[in-house]
């Protein structure tokens, strides 16, 4: 009996580290709308995902905005302040879009110029399944937009971002939340502790 419980702890213990071994890491967006956390797809994106923690750990994303937000489609952010001042980036980083992820609702990837490898910090979440940004071939036209974690908490969150008022703003014509959407805080989310197997 105890044997057997034993097993079974021991059972349980590995497939608790064998998840977390998988799990991405988790970032929380703290926002004027609410909080949006992330998890990452460390394994399929990870020069993406580094690119992503990089800008996090230096505060890049705090006191950014949501400059784009276009209902049905996505809300994007992470270039510019409040005030529409672009802020300075790390070089673009390649673009890992052939991961096999694909531009869900929910998801998160990252926004560039036409150029595949241009992707910077500007990021944006999926707000329906956008199948035409996958990747499709190496072509300039098909490398796609780079997928690289996922909504696991705030998704209505998003969805409010989404419902905001629009309008131009800054350098922009339009699809500018007329009342700024503010990401105050992005962090790190830090892993919770291993259970400890029973004695």
């Known amino acids: 009996m105890f044997r057997a419980a034993f097993h ?6 590995l497939l608790g580290s064998a998840a977390r071994a998988t799990a991405g890491t988790r970032v929380r967006l ?20 580094a690119n992503f923690l990089a800008y996090v750990k230096a505060g890049h994303f ?11 489609f996505v809300v994007q952010g992470g270039g510019f302040t409040a005030a529409f001042q672009p802020k300075p980036t790390r070089p673009p980083i390649p673009n890992e879009a052939a991961n096999g ?13 036409q150029d595949p490898d241009s992707a910077t910090s500007q990021f ?11 990747h499709r071939d190496t072509s300039v036209a098909g490398m796609g937009y780079c997928v690289f ?25 339009g ?12 962090v790190v ?11």
Do not use: W
């Open 8 to 13: 079974l702890t021991l059972a349980l213990c």
């Open 62 to 72: 705090d006191g950014t905005i949501f400059h784009r937000v276009i209902p049905g």
């Open 30 to 49: 703290e926002t004027t709308q609410g909080v949006i956390e992330l998890e990452l797809a460390d394994e399929r994106a990870p020069k993406t995902v």
């Open 101 to 113: 992820l694909k531009n869900e609702r929910g998801t998160v990837a990252m926004a560039r110029t």
């Open 189 to 199: 989310v830090p892993l919770a502790p291993a259970p400890r197997p029973e004695r």
């Open 149 to 173: 974690g996922r909504v696991v908490a705030g998704m209505e969150v998003v969805d409010a971002i989404a419902a905001v008022p629009t309008g131009p703003g800054g350098p922009f014509p």
């Open 124 to 134: 944006y979440i999926n707000l329906k399944n956008n199948s035409f940004l996958d």
């Open 175 to 186: 699809d500018v939340p007329r009342e700024p959407v503010i990401i105050t805080k992005a």
